[in-house]
């Protein structure tokens, strides 16, 4: 499996351990925060937000699947390796499905249960995905 990936991409130079584990806690944060913000958004009055958040209309940016599919591309393609690349999409995607859906369900009051099954999907398909790219 090593020697497949391998030839995809290859590792030119080895990071320490203590970096692989800043970045992927660094990357699982970056996935809480903008959860929040996405849910809040999403639960917020467009009344109630500041003029220059609802005139950039970030609430309807946040709420598409094609941007957090440019995120995980992007995480992916910074990735080292493919194996790191996997590791890492999958805790931003971890990051941001729990905290949007925690929010959702203790903050906000509801749980969209089809909506959050097709997103731990996506979660679980995500690091097959961030292999090949």
Same mark, same amino acid.
Not at 87 to 106: D, E, H
């Given at each position: $499996?090593?020697?497949?990936?391998?030839?995809?991409?290859?590792?030119?130079?080895?990071?320490?351990?203590?970096?692989?584990?800043? !970045?992927?806690? =660094?990357?699982?944060?970056?996935?809480?925060?903008?959860?929040?913000?996405?849910?809040?958004?999403?639960?917020?009055?467009?009344?109630?937000? &500041?003029?220059?958040?609802?005139?950039?209309?970030?609430?309807?940016?946040?709420?598409?699947? =094609?941007?957090?599919?440019?995120? =995980? *591309? !992007?995480?992916?393609?910074?990735?080292?390796?493919?194996?790191?690349?996997?590791?890492? *999409?999958? *805790?931003?995607?971890?990051? $941001?499905?729990?905290?949007?859906?925690?929010?959702?369900?203790?903050?906000?009051?509801?749980?969209?249960?089809?909506? =959050? $099954?097709?997103?731990?999907?996506?979660?679980?398909?995500? &690091?097959?995905?961030?292999?090949?790219?």
């Amino acid at each position: $499996m090593n020697k497949f990936l391998n030839n995809i991409r290859r590792v030119n130079k080895q990071i320490p351990l203590s970096k692989k584990v800043f !970045c992927s806690i =660094a990357i699982l944060l970056l996935g809480i925060v903008l959860g929040i913000i996405s849910k809040f958004l999403d639960t917020t009055p467009s009344n109630e937000l &500041p003029f220059i958040i609802e005139s950039l209309d970030f609430r309807n940016f946040l709420g598409r699947l =094609a941007i957090w599919i440019l995120i =995980a *591309v !992007c995480i992916s393609i910074y990735s080292n390796s493919s194996i790191r690349a996997a590791i890492n *999409v999958f *805790v931003f995607f971890v990051g $941001m499905v729990t905290s949007y859906y925690l929010y959702s369900k203790f903050i906000a009051g509801f749980f969209p249960r089809s909506y =959050a $099954m097709t997103w731990f999907g996506i979660t679980a398909i995500s &690091p097959c995905s961030s292999i090949f790219t």
